[in-house]
């Protein structure tokens, strides 16, 4: 069985603070959700946010598994290379 070199990524604490641009939306969307005065406003509102979650949910899959991709070549090309 191949030995695997285990690699760690560590990451501080504040790499998963909101950003200023962050709590502006955050505010801009709640004001707007609590200002709501229909139904079908609330469900479009609704759908428009969950639209933006999952294309956050796939651009992170995309950038996971292009960093696992390169990770798998990095540690190929060094074993390789021993």
Do not use: W
């Not at 294309?55 to 090309?77: D, M, N």
């Amino acid at each position: 069985m191949p030995s695997f070199r285990l690699v760690e990524v560590s990451f501080d604490p504040t790499d998963f603070d909101p950003t200023l641009e962050d709590e502006f939306t955050l505010t801009a969307v709640s004001k707007e959700i609590e200002n709501a005065k229909d139904i079908e406003q609330l469900r479009q509102g609704a759908m428009n946010l969950l639209k933006i979650c999952i294309h956050r949910q796939v651009v992170i899959r995309g950038l996971a598994k292009r960093l696992a991709q390169f990770e798998t070549h990095e540690i190929t090309k060094t074993q390789h290379q021993e």
